[in-house]
């Protein structure tokens, strides 16, 4: 049985997921491929009979897209940890901000660093440092896990080259220049809002436990932080695994900025793919971990790497099953349903850009899918604005961070990486991203008011 109405399978796939997932408490993995399967019986956007290859073609497009990146994160995360790497680079940052202050510095770290790097990869690269930090402070994972996500989450829907911005950019006919200017302005203290105020509040009333995650057991993460600075890597060395892919994504960043082709471009488009520049980053890593820890024993180095690759691979899982039960929802053309809708009501264009981008985020998951559709919706409508087109930008990006849930994959990746558990995930990444959401509104509409650049 098929329905024409695509809020149909919308609540179908909704029902089934808290079903599944919540009650039952089925392996994320089942729950949402089940879910997925039942959206697409309910709906007459896919025949019957190609339900099941929809399923599997979706979830190939999402294991190609992060499939290698998570590997090779799964290799840098384990061994940025057994090697002492990780405590290292959080040593140096204690020596700066004092373990009082600690957030700041993994705050600042994803703020900057997802700009050039895509959210999911930040999170990759630093989550082993929020771990190592609590090993080392006994306290505070909820707050780094909300500082991390916090960081990474405005730069990557606000503030260009970002691919999501950028089009929104364009296709909204804003300057570039002061697409990043208002972008990082507007920011900034959403993610402190989000980040350091309500993580500390959810600190207060809450502190995760440090559990196994990425290959990385809390045992070995607190043997490390009671090791002596001499048996510990040098700072550069354990800071390039991380600096390495961010150097080489931003290269092809910049290069496609800055040209329209040639053989600069092509190098850079190469060594920026995050497939190769995870890869070569894993091989430093591993590198690292090897000198440190193997004493040799190359069996021994292979065995506890492909250990990592079994973490790595129930990651992938998971969150490719999240990103096909969102992409299952968008095929049943529950956002465009959604929007179209919103168009007739009338209200205010910023508060509709926000609100249209606010649905469809939740409807289908992604929040890159969510704000350029949001985007192109209110291009044909951006001349009636009194303000400059920017702030409508950033309104339709705060939209569309709001209330990350099971079909966003960003959500299992997060989960899985930090080794919290799916109510941790909700009260850390969830409350920061609606948070960010709502208050960035309120900063637009005042930011608009007082200096409307029209």
């Known amino acids: 049985m098929v329905f024409s109405n695509p809020i149909v399978p919308f609540v179908i796939g909704v029902a089934a997921v808290v079903l599944l997932l919540v009650w039952l408490k089925l392996p994320a993995f089942l729950g949402l491929v089940i879910a997925s399967m039942a959206i697409g019986i309910f709906t007459d956007q896919i025949p019957i009979g190609d339900v099941p290859s929809e399923i599997a073609g979706s979830f190939g497009d999402v294991m190609v897209a992060i499939g290698i990146p998570i590997l090779m994160a799964a290799i840098i995360g384990k061994t940025l940890m057994d090697s002492g790497a990780a405590e290292r680079i959080v ?3 204690l020596s700066i901000t004092g373990e009082k202050n600690s957030e700041f510095a ?4 994803s703020y900057l660093l997802s700009i050039p790097v895509f959210f999911d990869n930040v999170f990759y690269l630093l989550a082993p440092l929020g771990r190592s930090m609590k090993a080392r402070t006994g306290v505070k994972l909820s707050l780094y896990i909300s500082v991390l996500a916090a960081g990474a989450l405005s730069t990557h ?4 080259p970002t691919p999501g911005p950028l089009a929104m950019a364009d296709e909204l006919g804003v300057d570039l220049g002061i697409a990043i200017l208002v972008g990082a302005t507007l920011a900034l203290p959403s993610s402190l809002l989000a980040g350091i105020v309500y993580g500390r509040f959810l600190h207060s009333r809450e502190d995760f436990p440090l559990r196994e995650a990425m290959g990385a057991t809390a045992d070995s993460l607190r043997d490390k932080a009671e090791a002596d600075l001499s048996e510990l890597p040098g700072l550069v060395e354990s800071l390039l695994p991380i600096l390495l892919p961010v150097v080489l994504i931003a290269s092809s960043t910049i290069a496609g900025t800055l040209y329209e082709g040639g053989s600069i471009v092509t ?4 060594l920026g793919d995050p497939n190769f ?3 070569a980053a894993a091989l430093v890593s591993a590198y690292t971990f090897y000198r440190f820890e193997m004493d040799g024993d190359v069996d021994l180095f292979n065995s506890e790497l492909t250990e990592a690759i079994k973490s790595g691979g129930n990651i992938i899982a998971i969150t490719a099953a999240g990103g096909t039960f ?5 095929t049943a053309g529950v956002g465009e349903y959604i929007a179209g809708g919103l168009e007739e009501i009338g209200l205010g264009l910023l508060f509709t ?15 890159t899918v969510a704000i350029l559709t949001g985007a192109s919706i209110m291009a044909p409508l951006a001349g009636g604005l009194s303000v400059n087109p920017v702030y409508l930008m950033m309104a339709v990006g705060f939209g569309g961070m709001i209330a990350p849930w099971f079909n966003d994959s960003g959500f299992w990746i997060i989960k899985e990486t930090a080794g919290i558990n799916t109510m941790e995930t909700f009260k850390s990444y969830g409350a920061v991203a609606t948070i960010m959401s709502i208050s960035g509104l309120a900063m637009v509409f005042i930011m608009s008011t007082v200096l409307p650049l029209a």
């Open 91 to 93: 040593r140096a940052f």
């Open 106 to 109: 993994l705050l600042g770290s």
């Open 157 to 160: 829907m606000l503030v260009p």
């Open 267 to 270: 190098a850079t488009t190469f």
């Open 277 to 279: 520049a995870l890869t």
């Open 326 to 330: 969102g992409a299952m929802l968008a």
């Open 353 to 367: 850009g926000w609100l249209i981008a606010a649905i469809i985020r939740v409807a289908q998951g992604s929040g």
